[in-house]
Antibody
């Protein structure tokens, strides 16, 4: 069965750092683009970042650019999100999600078909 | 990267059809056929319902359909059922491999 399991969330002070992990199982992790999406308490979904299948290409939302770094270790079937200079408005549940390949050439569809259960990050003094 | 615009809430009775709109700009929804829709029940992870504007992933009911006209995408749910009550989010590609979500719509089944 296909699974994504996030970990690494917790309470951190403003200005601090945290690294989230997302362990993948049940599929060929190295073949898929991956995303991070967050959701502040009582708020909507916000896209954070994406990485291509071999880790050579990344993109970020303006709100996290320069502070967050997405990466992956295909040998360990694990996705990461390094979060630095954390602010109160980074408080959210962070989800990792798999991009669904589509079409004849199985290119990324930018639809996220598998999601983890989320890990909670709280930034507070 | 401004959020796409969705109505805050919609409602319908069992068996009816409802449509949720998602308005963007010529830089996102209007330029790419890469809109996806997600259903989220309270306390749960989102679930992909529609991708590439109108395609359904395996296992998603054909009561869910997607379309687009200009800068506005739409999700239609026909034959409304109690279990459809949830929050719904649209999401669009927005150039340079970035994505933008809508603010979300709460669907109430009366």
């Amino acid at each position: 069965e296909v699974h994504l399991v996030e970990s690494g969330g917790g309470l951190v002070k403003p200005g601090g750092s945290l690294r989230l992990s997302c362990a993948a199982s049940g599929f060929t992790f190295s073949s898929y683009w991956m995303h991070w999406v967050r959701q502040a308490p009582g708020k909507g979904l916000v896209w954070v970042s994406r990485i291509n299948s071999d880790g050579s290409s990344t993109n970020y939302a303006d709100s996290v650019k320069g502070r967050f770094t997405i990466s992956r270790d295909n040998a360990k079937n694990t996705l990461y999100l390094q979060m630095n200079s954390l602010r109160a408005d980074d408080t959210a549940v962070y989800y990792c999600a798999r991009d669904l390949p589509a079409g004849l050439y199985q290119v990324p569809s930018y639809g996220m078909d598998v999601w983890g259960q989320g890990t909670t990050v709280t930034v507070s003094s | 990267q401004s959020a796409l615009t969705q109505p805050a809430s919609v409602s319908g009775s069992p068996g009816q059809s409802i449509t949720i709109s998602c308005t963007g700009t010529s830089s996102d929804v209007g330029s790419y056929n890469l809109v996806s829709w997600y259903q989220q029940h309270p306390g749960k992870a989102p679930k992909l319902m529609i991708y590439e504007g109108s395609k359904r992933p395996s296992g998603v009911s054909n009561r869910f359909s997607g379309s687009k006209s200009g800068n506005t995408a739409s999700l239609t749910i026909s034959g409304l059922q109690a279990e459809d009550e949830a929050d719904y989010y649209c999401c669009s590609y927005a150039a340079s491999s970035t994505l933008v979500f809508g603010g979300g719509t709460k669907l109430t089944v009366l």
